[in-house]
């Protein structure tokens, strides 16, 4: 499905055949901002195992979202429900974008259709943690909808430094 378009970039669903530029933008982004969970080179490379991983996401209804012209993926955002009955109803959310793709829009058209497809499927809770310090992402995460709910301190070791994680959620019911 089609989700919207900023300029020529346009939010989709990503497909098992972008499971190879989806790892590449994955790898560029580890290397380049200390914001995402893993460190350069720790994600790896192998595609096949990523659209393994792809394909179950998609099996179970979850959500895969890319940013992109063409073949190319310049930002990402998936929500992933839980697994039981009493935490289906609640996904958590991931995303970020290379910095040729930051501050157009496209985070917040992003997360615009999170909100849809968490409508479509019944799921009444997003979260997400996000750097204490991370302030582009909070203001982003603020403006649509969701609220601190509490900080996970020294939950990560980033450059040999202690970094504490907001915890942020939305009720979409
Ligand atoms: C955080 C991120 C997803 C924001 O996406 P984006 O497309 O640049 O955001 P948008 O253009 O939709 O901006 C929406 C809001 O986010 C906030 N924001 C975005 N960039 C910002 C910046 N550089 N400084 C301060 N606030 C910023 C603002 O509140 C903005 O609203 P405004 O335009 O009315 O001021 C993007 O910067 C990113 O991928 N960063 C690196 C990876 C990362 O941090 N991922 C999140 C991990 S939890």
């Given at each position: 499905?089609?989700?919207?378009?900023?300029?020529?970039?346009?939010?989709?669903?990503?497909e098992?055949?972008?499971?190879?530029?989806?790892?590449?933008?994955?790898?560029?982004?580890d290397?380049?901002?200390?914001?995402?969970?893993?460190?350069?080179?720790?994600?790896?490379?192998?595609?096949?195992?990523?659209?393994g991983?792809?394909?179950d996401?998609?099996?179970?209804?979850?959500?895969?979202?890319?940013?992109?012209?063409?073949?190319?993926?310049?930002?990402?955002?998936?929500?992933e429900?839980?697994?039981?009955?009493?935490?289906?109803?609640?996904?958590?959310?991931?995303?970020?974008?290379?910095?040729?793709?930051?501050?157009?829009?496209?985070?917040?058209?992003?997360?615009?259709?999170?909100?849809?497809?968490?409508?479509?499927?019944?799921?009444?809770?997003?979260?997400?943690?996000?750097?204490?310090?991370?302030?582009p992402?909070?203001?982003?995460?603020?403006?649509?909808?969701?609220?601190?709910?509490?900080?996970?301190?020294?939950?990560?070791?980033?450059?040999?430094?202690?970094?504490?994680?907001?915890?942020?959620?939305?009720i979409?019911?």
């Open positions: 499905m089609i989700f919207g378009q900023v300029d020529q970039l346009r939010i989709r669903d990503a098992l055949s972008d499971a190879a530029a989806v790892l590449r933008m994955l790898n560029e982004l290397e380049e901002t200390r914001f995402m969970m893993l460190e350069p080179g720790e994600r790896g490379l192998d595609v096949a195992r990523f659209a991983w792809l394909a996401l998609r099996l179970r209804s979850d959500c895969y979202l890319v940013a992109g012209e063409g073949s190319e993926v310049v930002g990402f955002a998936h929500a429900r839980g697994l039981y009955r009493r935490n289906k109803h609640s996904a958590e959310v991931v995303m970020g974008l290379l910095p040729r793709a930051r501050g157009r829009g496209v985070g917040t058209k992003l997360l615009a259709a999170i909100d849809e497809w968490a409508a479509r499927v019944g799921v009444t809770r997003l979260e997400l943690t996000v750097m204490a310090h991370n302030l992402a909070i203001g982003l995460y603020s403006k649509r909808g969701y609220a601190a709910e509490g900080v996970r301190r020294h939950s990560l070791v980033v450059d040999g430094q202690p970094v504490d994680e907001l915890v942020m959620a939305k979409t019911e």
